[in-house]
C-alpha cells in the first residue's frame, strides 16, 4: 500500500507542476494577435473611406436629380414661357448670364420674369449644392417641339461627372 500512496503523491505534484508553467502568454503569441487585430482594423478603416465616398457620389447625383426635376416642374407651371423665341424665357442655354429685374417672391412678375427669376434661383441653388457647378454652369436647351434637355455638371473625386435630362413638355 505505500507504494501506491507514493505514486499518487508523484502524480499529483507532475500535475501541479505543469500548471503552473503552462499560464500566460508568450510575447510572441501577444504580438501575433495585435498584428491580426490591426490588419482587421485597417481592413475597416479602409471600407468605412470606401463607402462614404460611394455614399457622397450617391448624395451629389441625387441632388443633381433634384435640380432638374425642380426646374421641369416649374417649367410645366409657367408654360407660356417655355417657347419664347426672344430668349427670355425658360430658352437661355447658360443659366449663370441670367440676372434677375424683379423679385418674383415678393412682387407680381410677368411670365417671362418669372421664367429668368426661377432661372436664376435655380442656377444660385446648383452652385451651393453640387461642387464646382459654377465652373461649368447647369444648361437649359429647348427643341422647337417642346423637348427639353437639362444638363448639370459637377466634381466628384477629381473627375468631371455630368447628368442630362431629355423631356417632352
Given amino acids: 500500500m505505500l507504494k501506491v500512496a507514493s505514486m499518487t503523491l508523484m502524480k499529483t505534484a507532475s500535475v501541479v507542476k505543469n500548471k503552473t508553467q503552462s499560464q500566460g502568454f508568450s510575447l510572441v503569441e501577444v504580438l501575433v494577435a495585435l498584428l491580426v487585430l490591426s490588419i482587421g482594423l485597417l481592413g475597416l478603416a479602409a471600407l468605412q473611406t470606401t463607402s462614404l465616398q460611394y455614399n457622397t457620389g450617391s448624395y451629389l447625383r441625387t441632388q443633381a436629380t433634384f435640380l432638374a426635376y425642380d426646374i421641369i416642374d416649374r417649367m410645366r407651371a409657367n408654360s407660356a414661357a417655355v417657347v419664347d423665341s426672344d430668349g427670355t424665357?425658360?430658352?437661355?442655354?447658360?443659366?449663370?448670364?441670367?440676372s434677375i429685374t424683379v423679385n418674383c417672391d415678393v412682387a407680381s412678375?410677368?411670365?417671362?420674369?418669372?421664367?429668368?427669376?426661377?432661372?436664376?434661383?435655380?442656377?444660385?441653388r446648383a452652385v451651393a449644392t453640387l461642387p464646382n457647378a459654377a465652373a461649368t454652369s447647369p444648361t437649359i436647351n429647348i427643341g422647337p417641339t417642346k423637348q427639353v434637355t437639362?444638363?448639370?455638371?459637377?466634381?466628384?473625386?477629381?473627375?468631371?461627372?455630368?447628368?442630362?435630362?431629355?423631356?417632352?413638355?
Fill in 89 to 98: 424665357g425658360y430658352d437661355q442655354p447658360t443659366s449663370s448670364a441670367v
Fill in 109 to 124: 412678375c410677368t411670365s417671362a420674369q418669372l421664367a429668368n427669376y426661377d432661372i436664376r434661383k435655380w442656377y444660385d
Fill in 150 to 169: 437639362i444638363t448639370i455638371r459637377w466634381m466628384e473625386r477629381d473627375l468631371p461627372l455630368s447628368q442630362t435630362w431629355i423631356v417632352q413638355l
